[in-house]
Antibody, heavy 121, light 110 residues
Framework: QVQLQESGPGLVKPSQTLSLTCTVS??????????WSWIRQPAGKGLEWIGR???????HYNPSLQSRGTISVDTSKNQFSLRLSSVTAADTAMYYC?????????????WGQGILVTVSS | QSVLTQPPSASGTPGQRVTISCSGS????????VYWYQQLPGTAPKVVIY???QRPSGVPDRFSGSKSGTSASLAISGLRSEDEADYYC???????????FGGGTKLTVL
């Protein structure tokens, strides 16, 4: 069974870049045909899909991010990462890394426990 | 403002049947699968229905999903206290090129 664990700074200053890493265990991040996503949730609010990367390397992002997001994979470390530039208080949220989510019919089946990121000076 | 529309709250007494709706459009629910997630307080969401109406192993058969046109529903029968949680619907949106979520429905078991 795949397990995911988020890591990164819990506090980021406004206008800086948020950087998070998701370490995958129980399976290779580069095998098969899978999607690896980032989803966030502001306190007391709903879920928002940030973007995803496919094992083949293609990426898709939520248009609402206005090109601020970048997702990449480090196969040597079995990790994938999120970078979100020019952050504001509106980016304060719990960030989850997630496995799965193919439009052709697979759910977000494995989730990390989440990491709380606060944007504040 | 979420792309998919859910009622903010729902409630029922133990043993009752509760239905949560999710309304979208032709670019999401109308042409792609719907998934439902349950989120207990302080935990990550967990899928309870996938591809419109399929139940993962381990999810009680009290949970069922349906879809018609651009709307979907999650039904929970024989309501139990442990069903009290937030429920989210999601679907791929072909026009936006990404996953969209409903705003979530807080289910209270009275």
């Amino acid at each position: 069974q795949v397990q995911l664990q988020e890591s990164g700074p819990g506090l980021v200053k406004p206008s800086q870049t948020l950087s998070l890493t998701c370490t995958v265990s129980g399976g290779s991040i580069s095998s098969g045909s899978y999607y690896w996503s980032w989803i966030r949730q502001p306190a007391g609010k709903g879920l928002e899909w940030i973007g995803r990367i496919h094992t083949g390397g293609s990426t898709h992002y939520n248009p609402s991010l206005q090109s601020r997001g970048t997702i990449s994979v480090d196969t040597s470390k079995n990790q994938f990462s999120l970078r979100l530039s020019s952050v504001t208080a509106a980016d304060t949220a719990m960030y989850y890394c997630v496995h799965g989510g193919s439009p052709s019919g697979s759910e977000f089946d494995f989730w990390g426990q989440g990491i709380l990121v606060t944007v504040s000076s | 403002q979420s792309v998919l529309t859910q009622p903010p709250s729902a409630s029922g007494t133990p043993g009752q049947r509760v239905t949560i709706s999710c309304s979208g459009s032709s670019s999401n629910i109308g042409s792609n699968y719907v998934y439902w997630y349950q989120q207990l307080p302080g935990t990550a969401p967990k899928v309870v229905i996938y591809t419109d109406n399929q139940r993962p192993s381990g999810v009680p058969d009290r949970f069922s999903g349906s879809k018609s046109g651009t709307s979907a529903s999650l039904a929970i029968s024989g309501l139990r206290s442990e069903d009290e949680a937030d429920y989210y619907c999601t679907s791929w949106d072909g026009s936006l090129g990404g996953w969209v979520f409903g705003g979530g429905t807080k289910l209270t078991v009275l």
